[in-house]
């Protein structure tokens, strides 16, 4: 993931170098993850991963998330790309309200500027679509792609449209990028979910996930909210229990993200089924009441 997004980082700077006149610098936002390798801790708007790393690498300025006005105020004649996760994974599993990402993409063209996606987490089915940006209706120019495009085997792409493809020939590499058996691997999984219906499978048993989700928060006050969409949930506490409800839910048989103190995330395989729903969620309360006892 933290290749691929290095790629679109090297291909919006050629772009801003051959179409803005030098521009290179890449707005993000606030609560975003992009990776751990210099460029992308810079990216990446949360400061704890920054501060271990001083001086990180120049070239990046952090905004609110779902706040197309700071977006617009960050721009400057050095812009050359707004840099998005369609849903913030890492960062909360925070959804756009509607027409957020709409708003940033006619910014963009109203301004000619690169609208990059990084769909490392939300591409290849998470969201119930199987790119993150089909679910919202916005098309980026440059989109980045890991995790769920390997099933399992390390692998990371970066498409680019035909307008902003800047790269040519030689311009970029990797010691094992087009490698043979990872292509192969990642092309036999990427089938097998498209020709079975997997990603469709997401977002029905993932809405059934978060219907299952909302019940468990009726039932219990200290739930103070659930987000998501397709596989990927996030359940927020009124106090910092997360150590203990992961352990809790640990040892009720359940692995649980621990997002924030006061937040666990949960992301299912794509290939679930409603009846491993429905025993992950007995023990999740199981967890929970134990955590809270």
Known sequence: GAEANEGAMKL?????????????????ALNSFHGRTMANVSATGQPHYQELFQPIPPGFSHVPFDDIEALKGAITDRTVAV???????????????????????????????????????TGIGRLGTLFGYQSFGVEPDIMTLAKGLGGGVPIGAFMATDEAMAFQPGDHGSTFGGNALTCAAAYASTKYILDNDVVDNAA??????????????????????????????????????????????????????P?????????PPLTVTKGEIDEALERLETGIKVATA
């Open 12 to 28: 919006a700077r050629r772009y801003g170098a051959q179409k803005r006149n030098g521009a290179f610098e890449i707005v993000t």
């Open 83 to 121: 840099m998005l996760e369609p849903v913030q994974a890492e960062g909360g599993v925070n959804i756009p309200s509607e027409g957020y990402l709409q708003n940033v993409r006619d910014f963009c063209d109203e301004n000619e500027l690169l609208l990059i996606f990084d769909e490392v987490q």
């Open 204 to 257: 029905t048993v993932g809405a059934y996930l978060g219907q299952g989700l909302n019940d468990l928060m009726s039932r219990h006050d200290f739930i103070t909210e659930v987000r998501g969409m397709g596989c990927l949930w996030a359940m927020l506490f009124d106090s910092d229990i997360t150590p203990a409800v992961v352990g809790a839910c640990n040892d009720a048989g359940i692995l649980l993200n």
């Open 259 to 267: 997002l924030r103190p006061n937040a666990v995330r949960l992301m």
